[in-house]
């Protein structure tokens, strides 16, 4: 979601900073602005996207700033809503990223002590909070701020006459980047790459001083040390190269992201955590519901263990008798409602993993161990390598507990995923890009995969589309059916394989298109339906992946074929770090 | 100066292995060959580098991205021919520029030699003229080009590598660049005629064996991985990272194995051998001369010679490739080459599976311990 970065070293600020929101686009945002301490406090904000030749366009002077990319919570995206922030006599701004839950009060405090607030936002009582405690000393002003705050934030701030950032979080991301004679700090790594390749990852509660040849961290006013951290990302990955967007780009890396998430090794606390417990919980949203989902049936059914799924976001509503492993399921590490549901079963005792993307977020912090997928960036805000890497670490869960009877299936998984990533679609596209409604089937293992690709059609394509269980469908939503509605549907050799080829004799009945996904060489089922698509005819773990990939090549080029922006969906964030 | 590589072209004569990559993406000693059109360019100080991508272009743009150098992409949407292709980099050319095959082995020296030339083209002396476009040169200038002639007046072919000036787009009416040359000639051009120092290219699976044996005189000596302290190597050798080499392995070099892979024990392996990543070798398996793409398992106790294997082959036991020569219909012509076997992405074979000559498709299975000659289809069952 929002997204903040913080420069101060020996190059002007302004187009690191730009540079630096460009990078960060990816979470999402409706407008964006940048603060320099030059002579004075100079600021530039605007409402939209960043343009390419944004940086000249920009006047302002400086070595030291601070820039925001907002995705409105609260007040409408506009240029007044937009941050940095300044107090009431423009000497200091900030810019913040999380939502202070007190904030009307304190506005109505503050407003009573004669401040003039400018716009709606909650960030606005943060600086004329400083305002009130500044007399010269920054971190002191700031330090002073936060205990009045109740929500979560990660802060920026800076003041008119000291060449100085002063950061602060709580519960929102916050990384700093140490260069040379330089200093960054940024919601997440990626604006970094390219500058430094060691950062450090404050924890909730710490306030950091940052000039251009030193920093110092702040714990509850005493001075403490945080481990610099190598990172293993380099700066190509988050590079379209000649990829017309970032998600085709991920498309196609996902051979690799599966295989080097598969050949991770586990270590030893994790392993114990696995093989001890008698029953699995999963929380998670979007994407990673799905791959846990698919987790529970492969779980359950190859090898024998109990397992539930609980969205992240309802997790709190109601009180489920916990026992046993809860595994969290992030990408980004920062999804707010995951991560309340994780300090949940923390809080009753729980064993907690956390499986994200990102090394040092969140969530790595909350969970007692962490197994990290090894995907790299992911830049398109629809998840893709993300999710087979996920899939990827719960197979190896899977595996772990079947004391390795599938090495070998995911050894050479990777070479299914090359070979589906040749399949043309081009056939399906023509008619899902013309059609309102898309219905995605399938049964087992193959539900979670339809609702999967039901979701990246939905978020990129724009055209309504739905995942069911084949067997639900004629308890309701057969009554959609229509020569108009295409039906795409998982129909692979096993035991589901019979039901689904008589369901789909059924909807071709109502005259609905079928496109059907199946196995190569399966020309039974390739002359009932009216597209088919052949995916490996390999072990059901592999042929989730295949399957899975096939639909987001579907999502992706009918997306392209709408002429949709496939990178930055409307209205949707990359992480979602609100609840 | 500029440089234009061409690399759309699928190379259909080299299939089975063009499956899931372009020629010019097909590892030779490891590398693809575009790398080592890349290396020869920066050589020469020529950074500014635009590549034609087409056929599977994903992969070959994934690869790009990966490389130090700073490196454009256009795309050819179809793939009709290299005067299309060079024309999809025009909007990116503003100086003189060199174009050249991405899929054709060309070293630094020849490039230096034609660098500084307005309009010039490299040419080779080749055996068998007939599959390249032969060239007719008078006092150092280029006459006529005869695309692909049954009977070749000489011997002298092009390499497909020009210098050009950026006039050259007007020429460019058909949709092959030879056409533009005869077009400039026609018009008065002069077009020189410079030999290059060291080309090669690859027209049939098996001429992959002759480039792989002449890129692994360059490879580097290396040994990351874990290699038994008994394993014999002699020549040049280099191992990849992750890989472990078990006991009593003999290797004798020029050879070159990727990264995680799992070799032996008691395996041998010969000179003018590439292995690809995360190949397995089972014990006591033998493999001389050959291109083993990554992802391979070969059983153990087999005999490799004179072969190339696709990505993700899985051979059982006692599998031997048997060198000889028959006559196989390749591109609609007939040839006689001697090699063992060339086999696609996937294949599978059974124990006892014996491949004379053969050229296997992609995903063919061989059922039971049979000798299989000749041309399989891919997808085939051989029961």
Redesign the interface.
């Known amino acids: 979601m929002c997204g903040i970065v913080g420069y101060i070293g020996r190059r002007d600020a302004t187009p690191v900073l730009i540079q630096g929101l460009k990078r960060l686009e990816y979470r999402g945002y409706d407008s964006f602005g940048i603060a320099t301490v030059g002579s004075a406090i100079e600021v530039y904000k605007k409402t939209g996207r960043i343009s390419e030749g944004e940086s000249g366009a920009v006047d302002l002077h400086g070595c030291t700033g601070i820039g925001h990319t907002r995705w409105a919570t609260h007040g409408e995206p506009n240029d007044i809503n937009a941050h940095p922030h300044t107090d009431c006599t423009g000497r200091i701004a900030v810019v913040h990223n999380g939502v202070i839950e007190n904030y009307g009060e304190l506005k109505r405090q503050l407003q009573g002590r004669g401040h003039t607030f400018q716009s709606e936002t909650d960030t606005e009582v943060i600086v004329h909070l400083i305002e009130e405690h500044y007399d010269g000393d920054l971190l002191s002003a700031v330090s002073a701020s936060l205990p009045l705050l109740k929500g979560s934030y990660a802060i920026l701030a800076i003041a008119e006459d000291t060449q100085q950032i002063v950061a602060a979080r709580d519960a929102s991301p916050l990384v700093l980047g140490v260069g040379d004679a330089e200093v960054f700090a940024a919601s997440d790594m990626t604006p970094l790459l390219e500058y430094t390749e060691r950062v450090i990852y404050l924890e909730d509660g710490d306030v950091a001083d940052l000039t251009h040849d030193h920093f110092a961290i702040y714990h509850g006013g005493l001075k403490v040390e945080r481990p610099v951290e190598l990172i293993n990302w380099c700066v190509?990955d988050t590079?379209r190269?000649?990829?017309a967007h970032y998600m085709?780009?991920e498309i196609?890396?996902q051979p690799q992201s599966f295989y080097e998430t598969t050949?991770a090794s586990i270590n030893d606390h994790v392993r114990g955590m696995v093989m001890e417990t008698g029953e699995i919980t999963l929380v998670a949203c979007g994407t990673s519901y799905h791959t846990a989902l698919i987790f529970k049936y492969l779980a359950e059914s190859l090898c024998n263990i109990p397992v539930r799924v609980e969205m992240g976001s309802e997790f709190k509503y109601f009180t489920p008798p916990l026992h046993g492993l809860v595994i969290a399921v992030s990408q980004s590490g920062e999804t707010a409602d995951t991560i309340a549901a994780l300090k949940m079963a923390k809080a009753r005792n729980c064993p907690t993993l956390a499986i994200t993307n990102m090394q040092g977020s969140t969530v790595t912090r909350v969970a007692d161990e962490t197994l990290l997928m090894r995907a790299g960036p992911e830049i398109g805000v629809a998840a893709t390598k993300s999710y087979t890497a996920q899939l990827a670490a719960l197979m190896q869960i899977v595996n772990l507990r079947c004391e390795g009877a599938f090495d070998d299936t995911l050894?050479?998984a990777?070479?299914a995923i090359?070979?589906v990533?040749?399949q043309d679609v081009r056939e399906a596209v023509t008619l899902c890009s013309k059609a309102e409604h898309v219905f995605f089937v399938g049964r087992g293992a193959f539900y979670p995969v339809s609702m999967e690709g039901a979701l990246k059609m939905k978020e990129i394509s724009y055209v309504h589309a739905e995942g069911y269980a084949a067997g639900e469908l004629k308890h309701g939503p057969f009554a959609l059916l229509t020569a108009e509605t295409p039906v795409v549907a998982i129909c692979t050799p096993g035991p589901t394989y019979g039901v689904m080829a008589s369901n789909i004799k059924e909807m071709k009945a109502r005259k609905a298109p079928v496109i059907a996904l199946g196995v190569a060489?399966d020309t039974e089922l390739a002359e009932i339906v009216d597209i088919f698509i052949p995916i490996p005819n390999t072990h059901l773990l592999v042929q989730v992946l295949t399957a899975s990939i096939a639909l987001q090549l579907l999502a992706y080029h009918t997306a392209c074929a709408l002429q949709r922006d496939v990178d930055k969906p409307r209205n949707l964030a990359k992480s979602v770090t609100v609840e | 100066m500029q440089a234009v590589i061409l690399a759309a072209g699928e190379g259909g004569r080299l299939r089975p292995l063009t499956?899931?990559k372009p020629k010019a993406m097909l590892p030779v000693a490891n590398r693809p060959i575009i790398d080592y059109v890349i290396d020869a360019l920066l050589e020469n100080g020529i950074r500014d580098i635009v590549?034609v991508?087409g056929y599977?272009?994903?992969?070959v743009?994934?690869h790009?991205?990966?490389l130090d150098a700073p490196i454009?992409?256009?795309?050819q949407e179809r793939q009709i021919g290299t005067a299309d292709a060079l024309r999809a980099a025009e909007s990116e050319i503003t100086d003189n520029f060199l174009v050249l095959p991405g899929d054709n082995y060309i070293n630094a020296e020849s490039i230096a030699r034609i660098r500084g030339e307005r309009n010039a083209m490299l040419v080779a002396e080749h055996p068998n003229p007939s599959n390249f476009g032969v060239v007719v040169i008078r006092n150092g200038l280029v006459r006529e080009i005869i695309e692909k002639p049954e009977e070749a007046p000489t011997f002298t072919v092009s390499t497909g590598v020009y210098s050009f000036t950026p006039d050259v787009f007007s020429y460019l009416q058909t949709t092959e660049i030879p056409d533009a040359l005869a077009a400039m000639i026609a018009s008065g051009r002069r077009i020189r005629a410079i030999p290059a120092d060291d080309w090669q290219d690859a027209i049939y699976p098996w001429d992959l064996l002759k480039l792989n044996s002449r890129m692994l005189k360059w490879i580097t000596p290396e040994i990351g991985g874990t290699v038994d302290a008994s394993v014999i190597r002699r020549g040049t050798v280099h191992i990849g990272t992750g890989t472990t080499v078990g006991p009593n392995t003999v290797i004798y070099g020029p050879v070159t194995i990727g990264n995680?892979c799992n070799i032996g024990p008691n395996c041998v392996i010969m000179p003018d051998v590439s292995i690809g990543d995360?190949v397995v070798l089972e014990p006591f398996t033998y493999v001389a001369d050959s291109l083993i793409m990554s992802?391979v398992t070969i059983g153990s106790h087999s005999r490799i010679v004179s072969a190339v294997f696709g990505?993700?082959c899985i051979l059982a036991d006692h599998t031997t490739t048997y060198p000889s020569a028959s006559f196989i219909e390749v591109g609609g012509r007939v040839q006689k080459e001697e090699f063992g076997a060339v086999l696609g992405?996937?294949v599978r074979a059974a124990p006892f599976t014996t491949f004379k000559n053969c050229i296997a498709g992609n995903s063919v299975t061989i059922e039971g311990g049979k000798t299989v000659v000749g041309l399989i289809e891919d997808?085939t069952r051989v029961m």
């Open positions: 190509e590079r190269g000649g990829f085709l780009k196609y890396e050949r050894s050479h990777h070479l090359g070979d990533l040749l060489g | 499956r899931s590549v991508v599977r272009k994903e992969e743009i994934r790009l991205n990966r454009q992409v256009v795309v995680n995360r992802d990505q993700g992405d996937g997808g």
